[in-house]
């Protein structure tokens, strides 16, 4: 029996998932309004008039994404914190691959294909079904990843460590001359005349 943790029962299989306290309370918050009561139901599948419909919308909205002046404008017309996030979000596309990146990528890619009000309408437990399965799907790539490195580390070579820098010499101490001491002048040669 767990303490704080939350328990999966799937085909005759069980997973148990301890949890710290407060990611259990959150858990089950989450599940009073997950409830079967208060959800809109699982999602049918798509027809192909609806895939073809959310290949259509994201190609024009990939399209219209060159459109940088009603993008400006959108951007212009957001608070400091929105616009804060969507600086972050650019932060973690630079980053580069992630598994917080894959998350986000992942709602938002039902904008993407759906607008944001349809996107609103997918059940929340299948939206956090999704989210667990691309968490689980994420580390076990970089799990397997990790596997193929050991066990053919000759397909996967370690750069060479760059050899330890030399110390620098130490500088000679420079000569200061008083204040008041100018420097002399060479006098200039004096050419001769033929």
Known sequence: ??????????????????????????????AGVASEANSVGPRPPLSRDQV??????????????????????????????????????????????????ET????????LCE?????????????LADIAYDLFDWWDNVDTARTHVTKHPELF?????PEP???PEPAQPATVQPANAQRTRKPRKQGRHA
């Open 104 to 111: 986000v990528n992942g709602l938002l890619g039902e904008v």
């Open 157 to 161: 070579p370690l750069p060479a460590t």
């Open 115 to 127: 607008g944001p009000g349809k996107a609103m309408e997918r059940n929340p437990r299948d939206v």
């Open 165 to 167: 820098a030399t110390a």
């Open 1 to 30: 029996m767990l303490d704080n943790g939350i328990t999966v029962y799937c085909d005759g299989q069980t997973r148990h998932l301890e949890l710290e306290k407060d990611q259990a309370e959150r858990l089950l918050w989450y």
């Open 52 to 101: 073809d419909a959310r290949i259509r919308r994201s190609r024009t909205v990939e399209e219209n994404a060159g459109t940088l002046k009603t993008h400006l404008s959108m951007l212009a017309g957001l608070d400091t914190r929105q616009l804060a996030l969507v600086i972050s979000f650019l932060d973690l596309i630079e980053y580069g691959d992630s598994w917080m990146l």
